[in-house]
Nanobody, 123 residues
Framework: QVQLVESGGGLVQAGGSLRLSCATSGRTFSDYALGWFRQAPGKERRFVGA????????DYTDSVKGRFTISRDNAKNTAYLQMNSLKVEDTAVYYCAANRRYPSYAEVEYDYWGQGTQVTVSS
């Protein structure tokens, strides 16, 4: 089992920045690739980006490329989602998830999930 806990969400104005954290415990953190997803009100949960087990490789959905950056610190068992130039349409609950395969873009490919953290971007 891998436990994941997201933090760092909040309210920010458009154009601002937030950094989300995903702290993990349980199995060896470096054995897992991490993904970030988000779910806007009334919409399905969607892929945001992912990072490989070593952190060397990352991939993002087109709408966040150039604005969001995923990183990880395997010594701290934590992954991060740095979000810059935030837009109102980035408002969502953000989730981190773990699996052993990279890259993975679909929810069903992920074995473990956090509880989510709310990000609200105001205009």
């Amino acid at each position: 089992q891998v436990q994941l806990v997201e933090s760092g969400g909040g309210l920010v104005q458009a154009g601002g920045s937030l950094r989300l954290s995903c702290a993990t415990s349980g199995r060896t953190f470096s054995d897992y690739a991490l993904g970030w997803f988000r779910q806007a009100p009334g919409k399905e949960r969607r892929f945001v980006g992912a990072i490989s087990r070593t952190g060397i490789s990352t991939d993002y959905t087109d709408s966040v490329k150039g604005r969001f950056t995923i990183s990880r610190d395997n010594a701290k068992n934590t992954a991060y989602l740095q979000m810059n130039s935030l837009k109102v349409e980035d408002t969502a609950v953000y989730y981190c998830a773990a699996n052993r395969r990279y890259p993975s873009y679909a929810e069903v490919e992920y074995d473990y999930w956090g509880q989510g953290t709310q990000v609200t971007v105001s205009s």
